[in-house]
């Protein structure tokens, strides 16, 4: 594993993001990294990330999903062009679907890990699914299709 | 409207949920209610609840989503039983497939308004269609496939 993660390499202001960004105190702040072919991140939920006592949210999980999903479609976008992460001009994309599987409960007090594939991945729309393991256990399966991020959302 | 919302009526050791339990101070706290055959629901994202600056986080609307769907279930699952909300045995309900498109950009600074529509209601299983508005715009679809909550997650 890389010692900066993707989401370190993303600019300034576009580190604002509940889910991975650097510059937001209040959020998750996730981290992406490359493992061979495939994009890893790990997640310790907080105690208030409950679904009922003694299971993670749903929700946290498909934003776990969504955040290192755009990541690695983003570092799989430089990867495919040859150029260095975080080099200008930025490669960011967005979530058009998102689709989780919840498969078994997960249960609080273990680190999430999840390990993301690469399926597709052209210039404009990367394909990213995604495994989120407790233990030996796969709890959820998502599938993030990421699209180049629209000019309109740039500042 | 009615004046309680759905959650209202969970049982105490049900209510703990980042999403929508009146027990999670950390948390949301979504409000679903009945408005005809529809539900609905209101949510006023906060600042740290960013993607990029100016627009809302996808995580939080799949969150949304997925919280305005169960209780949805859980409502029409009463319903469907001629049964008042709150009754006991409590019939709840959790996802077992959340689907997301992301149509527009979500802006900040608005209430986001949620629409869901009982597509499916059977004894274990209850599909919800759900749309994320901000003024006149729809930001999302999500569907949700919710299934009754399994012994093993209970308390």
Redesign the interface.
Known sequence: MSEKAFQDYYPA??S????C?NN????HQIKSFWDGEETVAEFNP?P????????V????I???I??HGTGSASAAAYKAAGRELGSEPALRF?????????LA?TPMGQTLKLRGTITECKEKKVVVDITVSAGETVCAKGRVIAVK??A????
């Not at 208030?48 to 299971?55: C, K, L, S």
């Open positions: 202001d576009l604002h993001c509940y889910g960004g937001n105190a209040h959020g907080l208030e990330h409950t679904a009922i006592p003694g299971f949210y749903g929700g946290l498909a934003s776990l969504d955040c967005v979530t058009a679907n998102l689709n989780v599987d919840f409960p991020m629209p309109s959302m740039a500042s």
